[in-house]
């Protein structure tokens, strides 16, 4: 699986959308994105996943550039509940393996 | 659908215990995956199935650690001995693998804890 690159770390005022990027340049034609969430102790959820158009569900949109060489996830108006560490995840085939992802704090 | 369910929630063992891990996947799917999460290392994938055949289990730290999947719905992780430095949150998590959207549903997980 193509490796991905995250910041450790970001903020968001409740309310406000949140873009969190995610760097995958070394993705392979037949790889999709994938974005889970994991909150406390739970185990992580999926969210949203997409191959190269742009996606958009309940929870979520997802935005990949044309080169597919990285991607946004985008929480339209974050609330408290959705402080959580975000994994941005390339996979093709069966193997998924998961970063250190990204931990997202929503500030009241 | 009651999704992926692990048993039990938690474990507190003694070193040198067997301990054995157990999950039942989400009915119809064809993949199941055993993850193990620590502060240190985060989560990491142990072993993978495919139809009830390992694939993939080069994440297993050692010999301790062995899983099987006798059936579609029944997989355990077994740790023999267990050391401390087996303390973790063990999840399992399931998957229909095959189609356009492979994603994982996982269980609430077994915090395993080795005194």
């Known amino acids: 699986d193509a490796k991905t690159t995250q910041p450790t770390s970001m903020d968001c005022a409740e309310g406000r959308a949140a873009n969190l990027p995610c760097n995958h340049s070394?993705?392979?034609?037949?790889?999709?994105v994938y974005w889970y969430r994991q909150i406390h102790s739970q185990g992580p959820q999926y969210i949203i996943h997409?191959?190269?158009n742009n996606e958009t569900n309940e929870m979520a949109s997802l935005i990949i550039t044309e080169d597919r060489k990285s991607s946004t996830l985008i929480l339209p108006h974050a609330t408290l509940r959705d402080t959580a560490v975000y994994y941005c995840?390339?996979?093709?085939?069966?193997?998924?393996?998961f970063g250190t992802g990204t931990k997202l704090q929503v500030i009241p | 659908d009651a999704g992926v369910i692990q048993s039990p929630r938690h474990e507190v063992t003694e070193m040198g215990q067997e301990v054995t891990l157990r999950c039942k996947p989400i009915?119809?799917?064809?993949?199941l995956f055993w993850y193990r999460q620590t502060m240190m290392r985060g989560l990491e994938l142990l072993i993978y199935?495919?139809?009830?055949?390992?694939?993939?289990d080069s994440g297993m730290p050692e010999d301790r650690f062995s899983a099987k999947m006798p059936n579609a719905s029944f997989s355990t992780l077994k740790i023999q001995p267990s050391e401390p430095r087996d303390s973790a949150v063990y999840f399992c998590?399931?998957?229909?693998?095959?189609?356009?959207?492979?994603?994982?549903?996982f269980g609430s997980g077994t915090q395993l804890s080795v005194l």
């Open positions: 998590a399931s998957s229909f693998m095959g189609g356009t959207n492979e994603k994982l549903f």
């Open positions: 070394t993705i392979s034609g037949n790889e999709y």
């Open positions: 997409g191959l190269k």
């Open positions: 995840i390339v996979t093709g085939y069966q193997k998924v393996t």
């Open positions: 009915s119809g799917h064809n993949s």
């Open positions: 199935f495919n139809n009830n055949v390992p694939i993939d």
